[in-house]
């Protein structure tokens, strides 16, 4: 029995064309809904994550708001219990008073920075305010 060429190729072919549909048929029926599984877990557990995420992003995005409402009404506070502060400014420039003016939570918050450097230039800026050395403290001292 001689087999020739065109039986060989035919026979090749059927077994290539059974091996395709085989996988096809595996990769339907146990392939694919594993990894569909696999898929909709790691989506599961990265939404959950995400919605974690987005709620303590906006529960933080709720507390800074609540932290500038409170900064703002604080530095008026201190602006309206301390009127020392705006005559210090001044003393310095009429200009320095309306920023304080505008913004006195930020104007607090650079006290620390600047009024040393400022009591340097100007030794004698705090005398007469009952803000001499010895009972000086910074802002966030008290």
């Known amino acids: 029995m ?6 060989l190729v035919a026979s090749g072919l059927l077994s290539l064309i059974i091996t395709a ?9 146990v392939i694919a809904p594993g990894l569909i599984g696999i898929f909709e877990e790691k989506y599961a557990t990265a939404d959950s994550a995400m919605k974690k995420g987005f709620s303590a992003m906006g529960l933080k995005s709720v507390q800074i708001k ?7 009404k604080v530095g008026h506070i201190v602006l309206d219990e301390y009127p020392e502060i705006l005559a210090v400014a001044e003393k310095i420039s009429p200009d320095l008073v309306e920023l304080i003016e505008k913004d006195p939570e930020t104007a607090l918050r650079l ?3 600047y009024l040393p450097l400022l009591k340097k230039f100007f030794p004698d800026l705090l005398k007469g305010y009952g803000l001499d050395e010895e009972e000086s403290k910074t802002v966030f001292q008290y």
């Open 2 to 7: 001689q087999l020739d060429i065109g039986s």
């Open 21 to 29: 549909v085989t996988m096809l048929i595996i990769m339907k029926k």
């Open 111 to 113: 006290v620390d920075r």
């Open 66 to 72: 609540k932290e500038k409402v409170m900064a703002e």
